[in-house]
């Protein structure tokens, strides 16, 4: 198998003061290039394992190592690792609506003060690889849900990530969106050879991967082949 981008060992996440274990001794290895679908019903922890590979949180115990770095002991710059490696896609977009397409593609970028003329020839370069050149300068608001879930891709993708996290990406849209968006994540996965973690609670959706990993009530039960 290809070198490791993501090890868990142990993983533990309590919330409530400990009360409440949303993880509860995850162990799990994701390779580079690999796309792996993080599936179970909901409160099983697949948003907050999802939350903690993106180093958008920390986990109380346990070894947690992304793209080379120690995310469970780790004291340095969290937002620059996120900006540098990761890239975000989550079930409602979260697109500025007074922001254009472009802009909204183009916000990544700002924490790693790339030159403006080549961030925007890359924003433009993906926006035409979502099929969406002929709508850079329209708004939110003026996009359908698919196409503003594209948007959401492309920005993912503007810095070059080595892994690309999705949480429901699909959650929102109908089913001919949805199979869209699926289609294009896989391709432009494929391309790139970049690592794509979905989580998602449909096992249609969790099909489209190269592996499924289904968690219950914080620990993983079932890493299943596709």
Sequence with gaps: MSESIVVARDLVK????????A???V??????????????????????????????????????????????????????????????????????????????????????????????ARARELLERVALADKAHRRPPELSGGERQ?????RALINNPELILADEPTGSLDSKNEKQVLDL????????????IL?????????NADRVIELLDGRVIAPVAS
Excluded: M
């Design 150 to 154: 594209r948007v959401a891709v492309a």
């Design 14 to 21: 309590t919330y409530e003061n400990g009360r409440t274990r």
């Design 27 to 120: 162990t799990l290895e994701i390779a580079r290039g690999e796309f792996v679908a993080i599936c179970g019903p909901s409160g099983s922890g697949k948003s907050t394992l999802l939350n903690l590979i993106g180093a958008l949180d920390k986990p109380d115990s346990g070894e947690l190592w992304v793209a080379g770095e120690d995310l469970a002991h780790s004291h340095g710059d969290l937002a620059g690792f996120r900006a540098r490696k990761v890239g975000f896609i989550f079930q409602l977009h979260n697109l500025i609506p007074s922001l254009t397409a472009i802009e909204n593609v183009l916000i990544p970028t700002l924490e790693l003060n790339h030159s403006r003329r080549e961030a925007k």
């Design 185 to 196: 994540l896989r391709e432009l996965q494929a391309e790139r050879g970049v690592t794509l």
């Design 199 to 207: 989580v998602t609670h449909d096992p249609r959706v969790a099909q």
């Design 23 to 25: 993880l509860d001794g």
